[in-house]
């Protein structure tokens, strides 16, 4: 079945470096969205991409959708302490019931 | 306008017991989907509900777990006779009904714990 993968699994920066994470499916994406849970918390969407080779930018967020549509990047410029949380990003499947599949999640402590 | 609502957001439940958990979905939204989230791991999709129909429960475990979602009232997601195992973090979500584009809103969760 189609999978989603994440990396890194976990990322640990000091307070105004920079993080990517990575987004890779094993199957070509219709869109992509991106997802932010905070440390008990539930997720709660950021923005979504469709078109190929799609970047589009939240503040210090800077968000691509892969030219085959298969891959996504999450950029944070110049990490705070709020950015702390799990980054998730999902995919509807290709096939049939359009479910929205989650990626393994990348887990990012910001050391003050 | 209010979001996404799930009750209880704590269930303590003992072995062999039965676990309901609830959702309502944001007021004009048709489609529910439930996930279930292990501690510091990611969501493993469950099942996808319209109205009165299951579209899609791939991931549900084929004995002991049911969802429903009926033309009036909320989402269940029921577990039957549960064990240690079942212990986890379930979250609902809800979108629109325009099937794969919309932007999923997600509940608290309902944080089960079996002793």
């Known amino acids: 079945g189609q999978q989603v993968m994440q990396i890194p699994q976990y990322q640990h920066v000091q307070e105004g470096e920079d993080f990517t994470t990575y987004c890779n499916s094993s199957t070509t994406l219709s869109n992509i969205q991106w997802y932010k849970q905070r440390p008990g918390g539930h997720p709660v969407f950021l923005i979504q991409?469709?078109?190929?080779?799609e970047v589009k930018k939240q503040k210090r967020l800077t968000f691509q959708f892969g030219e085959a549509k298969k891959n996504s990047s999450l950029h944070i410029t110049a990490t705070q302490t709020t950015d702390v949380g799990t980054y998730f990003c999902?995919?509807?499947?290709?096939?049939?019931?359009?479910?929205?599949?989650f990626g393994t999640g990348t887990r990012l402590k910001v050391l003050a | 306008n209010a979001g996404v609502m799930q009750n209880p957001r704590h269930l303590v439940r003992r072995r062999g017991q039965e676990a309901r958990l609830r959702c309502s979905p944001m007021?004009?939204?048709?489609?529910v989907y439930w996930y279930r989230q292990l501690p510091e791991e990611g969501l493993k999709f469950m099942v996808y509900l319209q109205k009165e129909n299951i579209i899609d429960e791939s991931g549900m475990p084929k004995e002991r777990f049911s969802a429903e979602f009926p033309k009036e009232g909320p989402s269940i997601l029921r577990i039957q006779q549960v064990v240690r195992g079942d212990s986890a973090a379930y979250f609902c979500a809800s979108s629109p009904p325009s099937g794969g584009s919309e932007k999923l809103f997600f509940g608290s969760g309902t944080q089960l714990s079996v002793l």
């Open positions: 991409l469709v078109k190929s080779g």
């Open positions: 007021k004009g939204h048709s489609h």
């Open positions: 999902a995919g509807p499947t290709t096939s049939g019931t359009y479910k929205y599949i």
